[in-house]
């Protein structure tokens, strides 16, 4: 569901898993726009919040600070899962 709040544009996380009810949001740069739009949906959908896996790079140190201070309960780093799932992937980026 698109959250929309008022005088906030809409925000969706990237994927919605229905069977785990799993958010999960990809960040490749996360700037200022995605830190406002990601506390707002731990303040205004706390109960979809604590569902949420945030995908980041794990050089971005930046990135990590702000998903430990804002307390995202699952935080996977990209690097990761490209080098799990890169050989069984046909044309993941750097095959």
Do not use: C, H, Q
């Amino acid at each position: 569901f698109p959250v929309t709040i008022s005088g906030f544009k809409g925000y969706t996380p990237d994927f919605y898993f229905s069977n785990t009810e799993e958010w999960v949001e990809i960040k490749g740069y996360l700037d200022d726009k995605s830190k406002i739009k990601l506390k707002r949906f731990k303040r205004y959908y706390p109960a979809e919040f604590e569902k949420m896996t945030f995908v980041i790079s794990k050089y971005s140190t930046d990135a990590k600070k702000f998903a430990e201070e804002l307390g995202i309960p699952t935080v996977l780093f990209y690097e990761d899962i490209k080098n799990s799932f890169m050989n069984k992937i046909p044309y993941w980026e750097g095959n």
